[in-house]
Structure formats: structure tokens, C-alpha cells
């Protein structure tokens, strides 16, 4: 059984973060998308851990093999954890690339049980980021071409309180 890792903050789910769950899922047996508990953006979340875990929830319901979990502490401890062959990241940009090297390299370099399998979103995601969409939010821009149905009606519960 292939298990393939997909890591991040998803704060909140995007469309973006979607397309890399629905192309990763062909690749392995089975997908656990891992919200992370304590990454350096936490201070600065807008939706606490569970209301991310309901979020992707919602919005991978109904896809088979997918299964979504929350990890504390390092990366390549869940990946122990849950048995997974590989870690799966999204590639946005050349941007992207230096800090996504720089955090497989090192995982590699503690530990060589796994690669790290970076997929590319479809185009029209391939600018979209969680930052980017709070900050629309924030001033009153419309994202509902980049995030999932539940995540707009979570959106617009937030800007209420
Ligand atoms: O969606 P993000 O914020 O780009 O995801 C980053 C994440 C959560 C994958 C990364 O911060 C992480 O793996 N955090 C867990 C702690 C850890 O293992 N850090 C060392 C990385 S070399």
C-alpha cells in the first residue's frame, strides 16, 4: 500500500491546495493530507487547527483514498507515523522552489526513508496562496474563483466576527 504525505498549513484550503490532492491521489494507494499543528504561521493563523481539518474535510468529502489528519511536532515524524513513501508538495513558481529545496534537502539529510514528489497545480492556480487570498478577504476583494465553496462561506463567517 502507497501512502503519499501532503503537508501544509492550509490556511485556509484553496482551490490550488485541491487541484495537488486530486492530481496526488492517482499516484498512491492512499493520500493523508496533514494539517500542521505547529508551523512557523501558526501565531498568525485565521482559522484555528480544527476549522482547517473541517475545511479540508468538507471539501475532499466524497473523494476516495483521501483521509485527513493533524501532525504536531516534525514532518518526518508523521511520515513515520502514517507509513508514507513520500511527502507531496505543491510547485507554484520558481519562488517557490528555494524554500521547498532547502526543507526536503534537510529532511533528507535526518532521514532518507522518503522523497519528496512535488506536483504542479493546474495554471490557473499556479499563483494562488492562502496569504494571498487573506489578504483579499481583508479588503473586501472577491476570491470565490479560488477557494472551494466552503471555504468562501467560512470566509465570509470570519469577516462577521
Ligand atoms: O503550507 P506550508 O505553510 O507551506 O507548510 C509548511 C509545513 C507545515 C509543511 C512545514 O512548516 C512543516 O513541515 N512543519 C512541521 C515541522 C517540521 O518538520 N519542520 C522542519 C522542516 S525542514
Same mark, same amino acid.
Given at each position: 500500500?502507497?501512502? +503519499?504525505?501532503?503537508?501544509?498549513?492550509?490556511?485556509?484550503?484553496?482551490?490550488?491546495?485541491?487541484?495537488?490532492?486530486?492530481?496526488?491521489?492517482?499516484?498512491?494507494?492512499?493520500?493523508?493530507?496533514?494539517?500542521?499543528?505547529?508551523?512557523?504561521?501558526?501565531?498568525?493563523? *485565521?482559522?484555528?487547527?480544527?476549522?482547517?481539518?473541517?475545511?479540508?474535510?468538507?471539501?475532499?468529502?466524497?473523494?476516495?483514498?483521501?483521509?485527513?489528519?493533524?501532525?504536531? +511536532?516534525?514532518?518526518?515524524?508523521?511520515?513515520?507515523?502514517?507509513?508514507?513513501?513520500?511527502?507531496?508538495?505543491?510547485?507554484?513558481?520558481?519562488?517557490?522552489?528555494?524554500?521547498?529545496?532547502?526543507?526536503? *534537502?534537510?529532511?533528507?539529510?535526518?532521514?532518507?526513508?522518503?522523497?519528496?514528489?512535488?506536483?504542479?497545480?493546474?495554471?490557473?492556480?499556479?499563483?494562488?496562496?492562502?496569504?494571498?487570498?487573506?489578504?483579499?478577504?481583508?479588503?473586501?476583494?472577491?476570491?470565490?474563483?479560488?477557494?472551494?465553496?466552503?471555504?468562501?462561506?467560512?470566509?465570509?463567517?470570519?469577516?462577521?466576527?
Amino acid at each position: 500500500m502507497k501512502v +503519499g504525505l501532503f503537508p501544509g498549513s492550509f490556511d485556509p484550503v484553496t482551490n490550488g491546495h485541491l487541484d495537488v490532492i486530486l492530481r496526488a491521489k492517482e499516484i498512491f494507494d492512499k493520500l493523508i493530507v496533514a494539517v500542521a499543528v505547529n508551523d512557523s504561521k501558526t501565531s498568525s493563523a *485565521m482559522f484555528t487547527l480544527k476549522e482547517r481539518q473541517k475545511l479540508l474535510e468538507e471539501v475532499c468529502k466524497g473523494v476516495p483514498k483521501v483521509e485527513i489528519i493533524c501532525f504536531d +511536532g516534525l514532518l518526518l515524524e508523521a511520515v513515520k507515523k502514517y507509513k508514507a513513501v513520500s511527502v507531496v508538495r505543491g510547485l507554484r513558481a520558481i519562488s517557490d522552489f528555494e524554500y521547498e529545496f532547502q526543507m526536503a *534537502m534537510m529532511n533528507r539529510e535526518i532521514t532518507s526513508d522518503y522523497d519528496t514528489v512535488f506536483l504542479m497545480a493546474s495554471h490557473s492556480y499556479s499563483f494562488v496562496s492562502s496569504r494571498m487570498i487573506k489578504e483579499l478577504v481583508k479588503f473586501g476583494g472577491d476570491v470565490s474563483p479560488f477557494v472551494p465553496p466552503a471555504v468562501m462561506k467560512a470566509l465570509k463567517n470570519k469577516k462577521h466576527i
